[in-house]
């Protein structure tokens, strides 16, 4: 098991940038696939991006390819979201999650560990 913390939300206006860092937990981080899902007010809660233990394979949700960059730091354990280009499109609650393997990381279901969530409003 590992415990996540989410910061780094706000509220920016469109075109603005925001970045989001998970810390975890646990000695185990650097084993763990982390992934980054969003859900906005009356919505499911959607895919953002996943990144390997080791930090070689990332993925991303395709409406953020090019503007959101996932990285992590296995020597902090904390699992970061950079996010320009903001769009008023992204705003809702983002979280962390953690899970074992990188295959089927785009699943909410294949994840384990959740945050609490953290805000990001993007105003146009």
């Known amino acids: 098991q590992v415990q996540l913390v989410e910061s780094g939300g706000g509220s920016v206006q469109a075109g603005g940038s925001l970045r989001l860092s998970c810390a975890a937990s646990g000695r185990t981080f650097s084993s763990y696939t982390m992934g980054w899902f969003r859900q906005a007010p009356g919505k499911e809660r959607e895919f953002v991006s996943a990144i390997s233990w080791s930090g070689a394979q990332t993925y991303y949700e395709d409406s953020v390819k090019g503007r959101f960059t996932i990285s992590r730091d296995n020597a902090k354990n904390t699992v970061y979201l950079q996010m320009n280009s903001l769009k008023p499109e992204d705003t809702a609650i983002y979280y962390c999650?953690?899970?074992?393997?990188?295959?089927?990381?785009?699943?909410?279901?294949?994840?384990?560990?959740w945050g609490q969530g953290t805000q990001v409003t993007v105003s146009s």
């Open positions: 999650a953690a899970k074992r393997g990188f295959s089927g990381s785009y699943y909410r279901h294949e994840y384990e560990n």
